[in-house]
């Protein structure tokens, strides 16, 4: 009896010193060369890989991002102009590798709206693309309307986030082109992508 518990009472220590290392960068141009290695603090349990491409016109950015993260969830979301990838793992240094630039190339026969800022299109779901998504960012004073499809375990996660951290609201619906078709006046594309990975991701 007295070896079990001095079993248990060993793994217990050991489990309790044991920190996830993560990778971690931040890749604006598109690469991790020189990713560091990150002892992730308490209550991060999960290593997280991004990459977001966006197109504008014949401009094309891709921003890869790796990290520690507290919940992180596989997934994809579809603006129209921006897409993001993330992949998550629960390992140490698991997110060696980058999350794909394209889950999936093949249309899943889903459809949502997807807005600018001056007019409204319709953008092809792919792959775990499931949802589509209509999310109210709150920067400062500045309100942002994001449209597109997601995959159900991102949505789940923003809306957590957005709840939490009264960040604006984020709802999520099952149906072709359940998102609404209206437009806001106010067009800043690259912004509302940076703002929603930021929620997304803190």
């Known amino acids: 009896m007295d070896l079990q518990i001095s079993v248990f009472l060993l793994f217990v220590v050991f489990t309790a010193a044991h920190s996830l290392s993560c990778y971690k960068c931040m890749g604006r141009n598109g690469s991790c060369v020189g990713q560091t290695v990150k002892t992730c603090p308490s209550g991060s349990s999960q290593c997280m890989s991004l990459t ?41 240094l698991c997110n060696v590798q980058d999350a794909p630039d ?45 449209k597109g499809c997601v995959s159900k375990s991102i949505c789940d996660a923003a809306v ?18 359940c998102n609404g078709a209206q437009s806001v006046s106010q067009s800043f594309l690259f912004l509302c992508c940076s703002l929603l990975s930021y929620f997304l991701l803190h």
């Open 52 to 92: 977001m491409v966006t197109q504008i016109g014949n401009i094309s950015r891709e921003v890869k991002v790796k990290d520690c993260y507290p919940a992180c969830q596989n997934g994809s979301l579809n603006l129209g102009s921006s897409k993001s990838t993330y992949s998550c793992c629960d390992t140490d």
């Open 102 to 146: 394209h889950p999936s190339i093949f249309p899943n026969g889903k459809k949502c709206f997807s807005c600018d800022g001056q007019s409204c299109s319709t953008v092809s779901c792919s792959g775990t693309e499931d949802r589509c998504v209509k999310a109210t960012a709150i920067y400062g004073d500045l309100s942002v309307l994001l």
């Open 160 to 177: 957590t986030a957005f709840n939490n951290f009264n960040l604006g609201s984020v709802t999520c619906c099952e149906g072709n082109l």
